[in-house]
Each structure stands twice: as structure tokens, then as C-alpha cells.
């Protein structure tokens, strides 16, 4: 049905099951009862278990030979920047370096 079933809070999740019918969670009342608050008080068990129970992954290399893909190929291009991209890209390079190098002190 989708690949991101997520988007902003697990409440994304009611819309799902309920699209799905998913019996007894596409009703609010037991959504909210039975996988929302538990899952708001740190009670992740129930949500697992629905999702469990519904979830399908398919991995590409078990479907590799079904999906006809192309090798993949590595390809490398040199640009040549203008002297004012040249001057751009170094200095962001040197302070960004910096930039990293001071936060990494601070550990």
C-alpha cells in the first residue's frame, strides 16, 4: 500500500489500518485504547505486534532475478570551476573544516 506509512506522528498510523480495515484498530476507540496510548506512555509492545502482523518487506536480493535491474556502473566526471566557483568551494571547504575540527575539540 506504501513504502512510508509515517509521516508526521504515529496517529499516521490509524489511517493505515484504517484503509486497511484492520479489525478491531481501524475503529478510533480501540486505536486510541488498545495502540495509541500505550505507545504514548513508552508501551511499544502493542504497536509491534499490529505491525508485525500486517508489515511485508521484500528484500531486492530476494526478488533480484524477477525485477530484471541493470548492473550498476560507476561513472567519474572532473569539473572545472570558474575561478570564482574555485574560490567559493575552498573557502567553504576551510571554514567548514574548521568549523569541525572546533567541535571535535570539545570532545
Known amino acids: ?4 506509512p509515517i509521516g ?3 496517529n499516521d498510523l490509524h489511517g493505515l489500518l484504517l484503509f486497511l480495515q484492520i479489525d478491531p484498530y481501524w475503529v478510533e476507540t480501540w486505536w486510541k485504547l488498545s495502540i ?3 505507545f504514548c506512555f513508552g508501551n511499544k509492545q ?3 505486534e499490529v505491525l508485525r502482523s500486517i508489515l511485508w518487506r521484500t528484500c531486492k536480493k530476494d526478488v533480484l532475478n ?5 548492473g550498476q556502473q560507476e561513472e567519474t566526471h572532473w569539473l ?4 570564482v566557483e574555485e574560490h567559493f568551494y575552498r573557502r567553504q571547504h576551510i571554514d567548514i573544516s574548521r568549523d569541525v575540527v572546533g567541535r571535535l575539540r570539545k570532545y
Open 66 to 70: 524477477q525485477i530484471d535491474i541493470p
Open 8 to 10: 508526521k506522528s504515529v
Open 36 to 38: 495509541y496510548e500505550p
Open 1 to 4: 500500500v506504501t513504502g512510508t
Open 80 to 83: 572545472q570551476f570558474s575561478p
Open 46 to 48: 502493542p504497536i509491534l
